[in-house]
Antibody
Framework: QISLKESGPTLVKPTQTLTLTCTFS??????????VGWIRQPPGKALEWLAL???????RYSPSLKNRLTIIKDTSRNQVVLTMTNMDPVDTATYYC??????????????WGRGILVTVSS | DIQMTQSPSSLSASVGDRVTITCRAS??????LAWFQQKPGEAPRSLID???TLQSGVPSRFSGSGFGTEFTLTISSLQPEDFATYYC?????????FGGGTKVEIK
């Protein structure tokens, strides 16, 4: 059974770097055709895709945030880590990680973690 | 970027009603579209992928259709547990993009 859980600080100061960890079970990022993505949601607003990493190491980023984001995978620990630099109050949001799998040629975020609310405030 | 536009942004409906939500892509995406349901305080739940493929465990009252630039999510008979916000998302091209959401409220 696949599960994912986000962890990290719930409060960061402006200009600081945010580091979030997605710890997962039930699948491996060393086998084929899977990935893990990060998506965020400001309070009361829509979902926004941030980044993802696939089993083969392919990384993809939102162009609007690419200069601030880094995603890495630790296959031995079953973790994916997202770092976001230069945090600002507008980055206050719930951050989700999600399992991405492909079926019949279509990739889908089929299972999500519960999310972690990160507040940016001095 | 491919822009995803959902309509309406909100709707009020009664239990038993047939509900249809539309999602339009700013350019053709084939059938590379997913639908998610999100209840307050919860993570999104995958309902439909490839525009019309129901995910495992999703009730058959949910259905999806469309191809290219126009897609619909239909709930054939709205149930109390269906009151939530629904999002579409395209995976045809990077960056992956979501629609603005449709909130389904109780009339």
């Amino acid at each position: 059974q696949i599960s994912l859980k986000e962890s990290g600080p719930t409060l960061v100061k402006p200009t600081q770097t945010l580091t979030l960890t997605c710890t997962f079970s039930g699948f491996s990022l060393s086998t084929g055709r899977v990935g893990v993505g990060w998506i965020r949601q400001p309070p009361g607003k829509a979902l926004e895709w941030l980044a993802l990493i696939h089993w083969d190491g392919e990384e993809r980023y939102s162009p609007s945030l690419k200069n601030r984001l880094t995603i890495i995978k630790d296959t031995s620990r079953n973790q994916v880590v997202l770092t976001m630099t230069n945090m600002d109050p507008v980055d206050t949001a719930t951050y989700y990680c999600a399992h991405r799998a492909v079926e019949k040629g279509h990739w889908n975020f089929d299972l999500w973690g519960r999310g972690i609310l990160v507040t940016v405030s001095s | 970027d491919i822009q995803m536009t959902q309509s309406p942004s909100s709707l009020s409906a009664s239990v038993g009603d047939r509900v249809t939500i539309t999602c339009r892509a700013s350019q053709g995406i084939g059938s590379s579209l997913a639908w998610f349901q999100q209840k307050p305080g919860e993570a999104p739940r995958s309902l439909i992928d490839a525009a019309s493929t129901l995910q495992s465990g999703v009730p058959s009252r949910f259905s999806g259709s469309g191809f290219g630039t126009e897609f619909t999510l239909t709930i054939s008979s709205l149930q109390p547990e269906d009151f939530a916000t629904y999002y579409c998302q395209q995976h045809s091209a990077y960056p992956l993009t979501f629609g603005g959401g449709t909130k389904v409220e109780i009339k």
